[in-house]
């Protein structure tokens, strides 16, 4: 076909002139890991010939008239990280005059050699859309990959014909997905009155990521029956990549007791219940805010610890995590002694805090110690109360705070990019709230 004599001649061209944006380059510097993956299947389908099949074609054919639709399959794995975006890339033969619709399909089995117009997948929502032009086009498909597996996509023609280069040729489609280290974080977890600890683990499930416990992880006392019966059967499935935080209610077990002898050398020394950690290029550091056990003031042995471990990790990028927060609109639930250890980490330019305590989820634009709005060198908090155990009124608005939602479970998915982050509230099955946005580092 005309199409595929052209294909010839204009990929060669491209693929010496690709550069930095062409299939299989490596990441910028400071950028993400990207990571390529070539179709292993794909085709396209026409109403002309509703039972011909295109899988040898050296092009997919994209039309509104004839109707013809183009299938790529894609096996995702090896993954080096959790997904912060994935992007198809596909070259366009030609100079067409038409917009390419990505779509996501139905499960359905079909393969190259056999699909045809009477037997393709159905189409689901539009994921992508764009004018189609001369060359290599992008779209953004992250919504279809959310970790290792298959993915399955059409592209459909809102106006006009497009040729596409099929995996037969030198032009291959590619799938570039970026991966970054992944935090996912929550607190107030465990209760063997509640299942909400079961639905949160859903959200563990297949993520390459740390987890972050944020305290409360065992109602009601934190005690070894606690943790056995109503935490390892849910949360402790990922009791080995988890990095737990200390919780009040832990301590209603002497000294912690339960919740140290079940971490072990994991929640950090017994008599102090801080520590820190590197996630990628991020600093994490990870402290005790049950101030009347550990003392958190200015001087204090946690303190001082925190002053000196910042000194001794300079790095661009730097999280917090302990179980009170110092800032919170649930009456009852802000905890001005843990102000200290916000003024060490302030002081030393860290980045972001996650807390608990309250039962809900809050988002707080950056912050001083004070409370006074800086968003050039402010503290970025995140109340993530949402790990199982109920829910928690969370009152009327407090300065600073952005958003809050009482009403759903789930999880706070952080990527830690080389200088920045992305964040995602993941809610239960059902769950209808969410939120998501990025920032920088200082």
């Known amino acids: 076909m005309d199409a595929g004599r052209q294909l010839v001649a204009g990929a060669a061209a491209a693929l010496l002139c690709a550069g930095a944006g062409g299939a299989g380059t490596g990441p910028a510097a400071t950028g993400p890991p990207v990571q390529s993956f070539a179709p292993l299947a794909d085709s396209f389908v026409s109403a002309s010939a509703p039972r011909a099949n295109h899988g040898l074609a050296r092009a997919l054919e994209v039309s509104v008239r004839p109707h013809a639709r183009a299938y790529l399959r894609f096996r995702v794995g090896g993954l080096r990280g959790g997904v912060v975006s994935a992007r198809l890339r596909v070259f366009v033969v030609g100079r067409p005059r038409g917009t390419v619709q990505v779509r996501a399909v139905a499960r359905r089995r079909w393969t190259e050699r056999s699909v045809s117009y009477r037997t393709a997948p159905k189409l689901r929502q539009v994921v992508a859309s764009g004018s189609a032009r001369g060359g290599w086009n992008t779209f953004e498909v992250g919504r279809l990959v959310r970790g290792p597996g298959l993915v399955e996509l059409a592209l459909v023609s809102e106006r006009g014909s497009i040729s596409i280069a099929s995996r037969e040729s030198r032009a291959k489609p590619t799938l570039r997905v970026e991966t970054a280290r992944l935090l996912l974080a929550a607190g107030d977890i465990g209760s063997c009155g509640s299942g909400g600890d079961e639905a949160t683990a859903e959200l563990l499930e297949g993520e390459p990521a740390t987890i972050a416990a944020l305290g409360d992880l065992a109602y009601p006392g934190g005690s070894a029956d606690d943790f056995a019966y109503c935490y390892e059967p849910s949360w402790g499935r990922f009791r080995s990549t988890t990095r737990p935080a200390v919780g009040n209610h832990e301590y209603a077990t002497p000294g912690a007791g339960g919740?140290?002898?079940?971490?072990?050398?994991?929640?950090?020394?017994?008599?102090?219940?801080?520590?820190?950690?590197?996630?990628?290029?991020?600093?994490?550091?990870?402290?005790?805010?049950?101030?009347?056990?550990?003392?958190?003031?200015?001087g204090s042995p946690q303190e001082?610890?925190?002053?000196?471990?910042?000194?001794?990790?300079?790095?661009?990028?730097?999280?917090?995590?302990?179980?009170?927060?110092?800032?919170?609109?649930?009456?009852?639930?802000?905890?001005?002694?843990?102000?200290?250890?916000?003024?060490a980490l302030y002081d030393r330019g860290a980045d972001v805090v996650l807390s608990g305590h309250a039962h809900n989820y809050q988002r707080f634009a950056p912050q001083t110690p004070t409370g006074a709005a800086n968003p050039e060198t402010g503290i970025r908090e995140f109340v993530v109360g949402t790990g199982g155990y109920g829910h928690h009124y969370t009152g009327l608005p407090i300065p600073n705070q952005q958003l809050a939602d009482d009403t759903t479970l789930g999880v706070l998915r952080l990527a830690l990019l080389e200088a920045g982050y992305q964040w995602r509230f993941v809610p239960i099955r059902g769950g209808a709230f969410t939120d998501a946005g990025s920032g920088i580092c200082h």
């Open 259 to 298: 919740y140290f002898d079940y971490w072990g050398a994991a929640a950090g020394p017994r008599e102090a219940g801080y520590y820190s950690y590197d996630l990628g290029s991020w600093h994490v550091v990870v402290l005790n805010s049950n101030c009347r056990f550990v003392p958190c003031e200015a």
């Open 304 to 343: 001082t610890w925190l002053r000196s471990d910042l000194a001794l990790h300079p790095a661009r990028c730097t999280l917090a995590y302990f179980h009170h927060p110092l800032f919170s609109s649930t009456p009852g639930t802000a905890t001005p002694a843990v102000q200290p250890l916000w003024q």
